[in-house]
């Protein structure tokens, strides 16, 4: 079960601005990588269900947060069906976010209490998805959007919680775009976790990034 509700997930998503989210195979690297966004200030993380024995890493990846991490809050990502949902809240996920809007996710998920984040990509989605009790959108891929539409969502709908995923980067250029126009939180994948931190094991720079992302947010917000 989710050691946190989801108004404490909601409450950290807003204060701490951001969500790292990535997939690795190895539980090691995966630990490492769970321990440098941690040590950087991230309090929330999303594992993506992204690759055969997914759930495996997960598995280790929410017990070693829970036992050595005290206030990291771990979800899953790329959910795409009410079956993997569940298989993942029985292992504790605090949060699911999926790529898409799907009403079997949310039933689930809602009737759980478990903060689910679907994937939106228009303001009847959006509409859509907040009758069914979201609190949080996911617009993805953000790169195709832009901030412009989050601006333009927030005209008729200032309450809506967004947060784009996909063309986010740790440039201050590229943050403060997205938080200008309205971006509550901002899903960071890539351009946080590079490949190149990962070929070379630089958690170090990882840790740096996180802990400079998180300074800059606060700064503007």
């Given at each position: 079960?989710?050691?946190?509700?989801?108004?404490?997930?909601?409450?950290?998503?807003t204060e701490s601005r951001i969500v790292p989210l990535f997939y690795h195979s190895d539980f090691q690297v995966a630990k490492n990588i769970l321990q440098a966004c941690y040590n950087g200030g991230a309090r929330l993380i999303e594992f993506t269900n992204r690759g055969d024995f997914a759930i495996e890493v997960f598995s280790k990846l929410i017990k070693f947060a829970s036992n050595e991490l005290p206030g990291m809050i771990v979800g899953i990502g790329s959910v795409?069906?009410?079956?993997?949902?569940?298989?993942?809240?029985?292992?504790?996920?605090?949060?699911?976010?999926?790529?898409?809007?799907?009403?079997?996710?949310?039933?689930?998920?809602?009737?759980?209490?478990?903060?689910?984040?679907?994937?939106?990509?228009?303001?009847?989605?959006?509409?859509?998805?907040?009758?069914?009790?979201?609190?949080f959108i996911k617009l993805f891929p953000g790169n195709v959007y832009g901030p412009d539409f989050i601006k333009s969502v927030k005209a008729p709908q200032p309450w809506s919680?967004?947060?784009?995923?996909?063309?986010?980067?740790?440039?201050?250029?590229?943050?403060?775009?997205?938080?200008?126009?309205?971006?509550?939180?901002?899903?960071?994948?890539?351009?946080?976790?590079s490949k190149e931190i990962l070929i070379n094991q630089d958690f170090k720079k990882l840790e740096k990034n996180v802990l400079n992302t998180i300074q800059f947010i606060k700064k503007i917000k």
């Open positions: 079960m989710a050691q946190y509700s989801r108004i404490q997930v909601i409450n950290k998503m795409t069906d009410s079956a993997a949902a569940s298989q993942y809240m029985l292992l504790g996920a605090n949060f699911i976010v999926t790529p898409v809007l799907r009403e079997d996710i949310a039933i689930v998920c809602n009737r759980r209490k478990v903060l689910w984040i679907p994937g939106c990509g228009s303001l009847t989605e959006i509409a859509r998805a907040e009758e069914m009790g979201c609190e919680s967004i947060m784009p995923t996909g063309g986010v980067s740790i440039e201050q250029s590229n943050l403060l775009e997205w938080f200008k126009a309205g971006a509550d939180c901002v899903g960071l994948g890539s351009k946080l976790i």
